[in-house]
């Protein structure tokens, strides 16, 4: 059934049981353990969890650069568009990098060069894959500004003479300066204000069609990710708890986590006195709850929980979910 | 709620002002607001717009530089002016209000356990002569936040930030504050543990009745917690209602861009998104005249040569606008 389904979805990515360690002096980090994800052609998936979920490892892990020492990928496989990304050289994930696949980063005033124009910096991703002159590179450099809304006039100047927002338009003209077809945007607009977010969303969004680029979309809002993806994956952990287009998400989360983290969101059309919480902390990477990590904090967490890891299985059509006590919950209702 | 002319605090024509090298910038300018006994109020805007400075000004943590900021005295019949008084006189007052600062990792020494954090105020302020009280004390305070006896001697670098931020409330809390000015405490959390403080809060104000300045960029929050909003831009404040009739009825441009903007985790939700042109201008020698003007679809030849006054438009909505009630509705 799943094998059918991956076969049918034309897949750009796909990540099977990818774990990913960090070996410390204090002990092993675990931050990606046994990942399971898919992304086809043209689809947008947004990747959601808390701080410590392994959302950025696992972007990390996809372009090669996790950091090692301490980082190891210690198992798994990454295709992309057939191929494992994890057998490639280092020359060969070069290529991959700015290329293919392209990463716009959380804070846009670490990731752009201080001393540099930033026409500058855009040409260099341009020469760097494409095979054109200096001139042209810059030509080329300052259309991309204009396309991501900022002045050609603008383009000998240094980041610090933009904004927050525009200069995430920068980077994002950086990473679509060579038109990727995967774009990882590591929560492009944590450090935005709200309306100058909404401005670069909306950029985003236009130019995710004009490219016909998928997107990996990180981040811990789930306001953005019903703004702009078509699926889902809610992280705990290390793992991918559920899985599901965005409208089945958000209409009928089944996922014990996924449920309290909604909950837990202020609602602006309810007045509501109490937040629902879920009890207690996200578990330390070091040293995991055997079974299902999330069962310590988990409100229907039954003796099984604690011993078994729980594997993904697909209750509705499309519709993965890592919980069996879910799984046997809607079993039951549907077997009524 | 007490009596409308005898509002807690009366904070009147506050200006706070910082020379730069570029000139004079203005990052409160003129402001005046009320604040009722026992309210919360939840002071939003976005980066820059001079929440946090007011948010100091308002417990003399800066000096202003104009204006007065009126405390109301424990008799409840006359006033303080917390911008006037003597240093001696403001050290006696610090009792009665307090700060919770946004970052729980910069704001807590880290050379010092959480028994000590929370001891400081109480040993600066002489409170206790017997270690015995002061001990039970900060017991006390530690089970009032949710903080497990077990961790009186960890340091602040072992604890994750919703403990951080529960120390800084438990440090907050010490001196039996009667107004507390929450500064941003929650941006720093993740959503969960970000439930967690908000409830916390909203359980400490039902059962000590504090008085809430609650200033966040985050407008569900904002909504979630507050009795009335200000909303400011630009050093001012552009609309100040109750939280029910700022989400169903916003009057001013710059609010109604700002409610729009928000991403709300629904789907279907017919939602006409207005998307502001450019960035927040200058605070550097405003201009005399309407500071949204240059992002404002709505704007005309006054808004360019005059500011707008804070104008009740009905009774407790109050709105800084030219055309404020035939604009945008």
């Keep these: 059934m799943e094998q059918a389904n991956r076969n049918e979805r034309d897949l750009l990515l796909d990540i099977r049981d990818l774990t990913i360690q960090y070996r410390t002096d204090n002990g092993v980090v675990h931050a990606v353990g046994g990942l399971n994800l898919q992304l086809g052609r043209g689809e947008s998936l947004g990747l959601v969890g808390e701080t410590g979920a392994g959302k950025t490892t696992t972007a990390l892990g996809i372009m090669g650069l996790i950091p090692s020492p301490p980082g190891v990928v210690t198992s798994g496989q990454i295709f992309f568009e057939g191929e494992d990304l994890l057998t490639k050289s280092e020359t060969e994930m070069r290529d991959v990098r700015g290329g293919k696949i392209a990463m716009i980063f959380q804070d846009p005033m670490t990731s752009l060069n201080p001393v540099m124009t930033v026409d500058r910096q855009i040409a260099e991703m341009i020469r760097l894959h494409r095979n054109v002159s200096d001139a042209e590179s810059l030509t080329l450099a300052g259309d991309m ?9 603008r383009m000998h100047d240094y980041p610090h003479q933009f904004s927050g927002g525009m200069k995430q338009r920068v980077v994002i003209a950086i990473a679509l300066a060579c038109d990727p077809g995967l774009l990882i945007a590591d929560e492009p607009t944590t450090a935005l204000d709200v309306t100058i977010q909404a401005q670069v969303l ?32 809610i992280m705990y952990a290390g793992r991918v708890v559920e899985y599901a287009d965005k409208r089945a998400l958000y209409t009928h989360p089944l996922h014990p986590y996924t ?24 578990p330390d990477p070091m040293d995991l709850p055997t079974g299902c990590t999330f069962h310590p904090r988990c409100e229907m967490a039954v003796e099984d929980c604690a011993k078994l890891r729980p594997e993904m299985a697909e209750l509705e059509p499309g519709h993965f979910v890592a919980c069996p006590v879910r799984a046997r919950m809607l079993g039951a209702a549907q077997g009524r | 709620m007490t009596d409308n002319n005898k509002p807690y605090i009366r904070v009147e024509n506050l200006k706070k002002y910082f020379h730069t090298k570029h000139g004079m910038l203005h990052a409160v300018d003129d402001v005046s607001f009320h604040i009722e006994k026992g309210e919360t109020l939840g002071l939003v805007g976005e980066s820059g717009c001079g929440k946090s400075t007011l948010g100091r000004c308002l417990i003399r943590l800066l000096e202003s530089t104009a204006g007065s900021v009126f405390l109301q005295n424990e008799s409840g019949d006359s006033y303080t002016d917390l911008t006037k008084v003597s240093a001696s006189v403001m050290k006696d007052l610090r009792r009665r209000v307090q700060i919770v600062f946004q970052d729980p990792y910069s704001c807590l020494n880290p050379r010092l356990s959480v028994w000590e954090l929370i001891a400081e105020p109480l040993i600066v302020n002489r409170v206790f002569s017997n270690t015995q009280d002061m001990r039970r004390r900060i017991l006390e305070l530690m089970s009032t936040v949710g903080l497990a006896e077990r961790l009186e001697n960890s340091y602040p670098h072992e604890l994750d930030g919703g403990r951080r931020q529960r120390i800084g409330i438990a440090r907050s809390l010490a001196l039996n504050p009667e107004f507390i000015v929450l500064d941003e405490p929650v941006s720093a959390l993740d959503v969960c543990i970000q439930a967690q403080i908000l409830n916390l809060l909203n359980e400490l104000q039902r059962e000590f009745h504090y008085t809430y300045v609650f200033i966040s960029h985050n407008l569900s929050v904002v909504k979630h917690v507050s009795d009335r909003i200000a909303v400011m831009y630009l050093g001012q404040i ?19 861009a700002l409610l729009s903007a928000i991403p709300v985790a629904k789907l279907d939700v017919q939602k006409e998104r207005i998307i502001l042109e450019g960035d927040v201008p200058s605070p550097i020698e405003p201009p005399d005249a309407c500071r949204f003007m240059g992002r404002c679809q709505y704007c005309q030849d006054i808004c360019r040569s005059r500011t707008p006054e804070l104008k009740e438009i009905e009774p407790g909505h109050y709105v800084a606008c030219h055309f404020a009630g035939e604009v945008g509705l």
Excluded at chain 1, 145 to 153: A, S
Excluded at chain 1, 205 to 232: E, P, W, Y
């Design chain 1, 259 to 282: 449920i309290g983290l909604f909950n837990s969101v202020p609602d602006l059309d309810e007045d509501r006195e109490e937040l629902a919480v879920i009890p207690g902390l996200m």
């Design chain 1, 145 to 153: 500004l204009e396309l991501v809304g900022i002045r050609r006039e």
């Design chain 2, 238 to 256: 552009v609309e100040l209602s109750g939280y029910k009739e700022l989400f169903i009825k916003p009057l001013h441009p710059y609010t109604q």
């Design chain 1, 202 to 233: 909306e950029l985003m969004k236009r130019l995710k069609i004009q490219f016909n680029a998928s997107m990996i979309l990180i981040t811990h809002d789930l306001g953005i990710v019903a703004d702009i993806c078509d699926k889902v994956a």
